[in-house]
């Protein structure tokens, strides 16, 4: 195999230390790099504080993408350390600082209390409805999983907060990451504090400006942009379907002086102004909802069937498994994202059958990758290790590895979209 020229890039990292009582700064590393398309920003982290400067901070743990502890803004844009590949960064110089709206304690290493903060607001928590002796379960292919499945990956990153411009002007705003967990919640027939948590967020959810900021740099390909969407829905449904409430009303008792003709003009004036802003608050909730829903609605309804290119048949010999990054176009509501992610392609020996698995562990939805030497799939997260026709060998995985759809036309290979 031909070596890969190493190329020169310049990180230029934000520094910060309390003690010194002095601004924050950012120093210059330019580090050679064999091969950018296998190093990703934290293993060049890892790479500056082993070698160079011991004293630089950052926060990681799981090395792939699970915990969410290495957030940070990378060339103007949040994202996981340990999942950008300098490959895919432009420029020689690559600048890295910490996330914004969170208080700095050291270098790349941010102060999370005000996001968790924000959850505890939320009531982001599940409380049963009712007691019973076994957990009650939400079933696969039900409605409300459907509608909750991907908002539910979220790892608490504080990406979404981060990119948030209204996080920055309102204080008081609970962000992206904490409306999402909301929203898994209040869509859960399970849970009963469904009026409790609606009064926490709903206000906050109309702060939110739908600038899809948060879309653009989760990790996990969440839209908590679509979640708050469908908390302002829910709203609007639940308004026109609450019932009006009978009022014991009593005999008005005898006022307490005669009222002045000035006083009659600031009783009419007070009744016209709440009058007045009632109104503007019913027609501002019904339009939010009706945009809500033509234009975030359709994306909780079923899609025709999309098929993404992943290669010529060719490309898969009888008995290889290979792992292929599909490309493609999602449009959630008015966003429209390029979505990239792995999926594992597999041609039984002696057949043209071809499987596509899904490279996300059953267990957690880490990654899964193919050991040629062991003949398994390994999720090296938690050992979960899969046979090759995606069955559960042993590990903590509940099930076998998810499969896509797949269909064969003039010897190109396409997989349903996702």
């Known amino acids: 195999m031909e070596e890969k020229t190493p190329k020169k890039r310049v990180f230029k990292i934000f520094r910060y230390d309390p003690s010194s009582g002095m601004d924050g700064h950012f120093d210059h590393f330019e580090l050679e790099i064999k091969d950018e398309s296998l190093t990703t920003i934290l293993d060049v982290l890892l790479r500056i504080q082993r070698k160079y400067d011991p ?63 924000n959850y505890n607001k939320a009531l982001t928590y599940f409380q049963a409805a009712q007691e019973m002796d076994e957990p009650a379960i939400i079933r696969p292919d039900s409605k409300e999983r459907k509608i909750i499945s991907d908002s539910t990956e979220c790892i608490a990153c504080g990406c979404c907060f981060s990119s948030c411009t209204m996080a920055h002007w309102h204080k008081d ?11 898994t919640l209040l869509v859960d027939s399970r849970d009963g504090l469904h009026k409790e948590r609606m009064a926490k967020v709903l ?82 909730l019904f339009i939010g909802g009706l945009l809500t829903a033509t234009g975030f609605a359709p994306s909780m309804r ?68 193919w050991d040629e030497k062991k003949n398994l799939f390994i999720c090296p997260c938690h050992m979960g290790i899969y046979y090759p026709d995606g069955r559960v060998k042993s590990g903590p995985p509940p099930r076998p590895l998810d499969r896509y759809l797949t269909k064969l036309k ?6 349903e979209e996702a």
């Open 410 to 415: 003039n010897g190109d290979l396409f997989v």
């Open 302 to 369: 079923e899609r025709p069937r999309k098929w993404v290119h992943v290669g010529r048949v060719q490309d898969f010999p009888p008995g290889s498994i290979k792992t292929v990054n599909i490309r493609y176009k999602a449009r959630d509501g008015f966003y429209e994202s390029l979505v990239e992610k792995p999926v594992l392609v597999s041609r039984k020996a002696g057949t043209d059958k071809i499987t596509i698995f899904d490279s996300r562990c059953t267990h957690l939805g880490c990654t899964v990758n």
């Open 173 to 183: 705003y609970l962000g992206p990451g904490a409306l999402n967990r909301a929203f």
């Open 203 to 284: 206000e906050a959810c109309y702060s939110c400006r739908t600038e899809f900021n948060c879309t653009e740099v989760c990790p996990k390909g969440i839209s908590p942009t679509r979640a708050i969407k469908y908390i302002q829905m829910l709203a609007v449904k639940e308004a026109f379907q609450r019932k009006p409430r009978l009022l014991d009303v009593e005999e008005a008792a005898p006022p307490l002086k005669e009222y002045s003709e000035t006083d009659e003009q600031m009783t009419r004036r007070l009744f016209l102004s709440t009058a007045t802003l009632g109104l503007a608050g019913v027609t501002a």
């Open 55 to 117: 004293s630089l901070a950052f926060r990681y743990s799981c090395r792939i993408s699970m915990c969410g502890s290495c957030g940070m803004v990378i060339n103007g844009k949040e994202a996981l350390a340990c999942q950008t590949v300098v490959a895919n960064l432009k420029g020689k110089e690559i600048t890295i600082r910490p996330l914004n709206h969170f208080p700095v304690v050291r270098d790349l290493v941010v102060d999370m209390d005000p996001f968790f903060e």
